[in-house]
């Protein structure tokens, strides 16, 4: 089992920056890992994702010039720096985990986090 510990998440003026951390434990493999979105009523969105050797990676038009997935394998970690927060990025961010090195998309997660509010306003 692997468990992903999501951590940043927070309030923030339209405009401003907020990054977030996953912190992965547990069985370690080399996984793809993302990061999702989800509003009330709405399916939950990827956003960004980034292979094990962060060689690709992906981002949702929603958020593309605006967000920075990273990770730092030897700390288990993937990041999601967001800048320029517009209120329509107001959501629940999830870090999810894929058991394949490779990025695949649309991205399978294996492993959830338990989420972390993000709140942007006007």
């Known amino acids: 089992q692997v468990q992903l510990v999501e951590s940043g998440g927070g309030l923030a003026q339209a405009g401003g920056s907020l990054t977030l951390s996953c912190v992965a434990s547990g069985r370690t493999f080399r996984y793809a890992m993302a990061w999702f979105r989800q509003t009330p009523g709405k399916e939950r969105q990827c956003v960004s994702a980034i292979s094990w050797s962060s060689g690709n990676t992906y981002y949702a038009d929603s958020v593309k010039g605006r967000f920075t997935i990273s990770r730092d394998n030897a700390k288990n970690t993937v990041y999601l720096q967001m800048n320029r927060l517009k209120p329509e990025d107001t959501a629940v961010y999830y870090c999810?985990?894929?058991?394949?090195?490779?990025?695949?998309?649309?991205?399978?997660?294996?492993?959830w986090g338990q989420g972390t509010q993000v709140n942007v306003s006007s």
């Open positions: 999810a985990a894929d058991s394949s090195s490779i990025l695949r998309i649309p991205f399978k997660g294996d492993y």
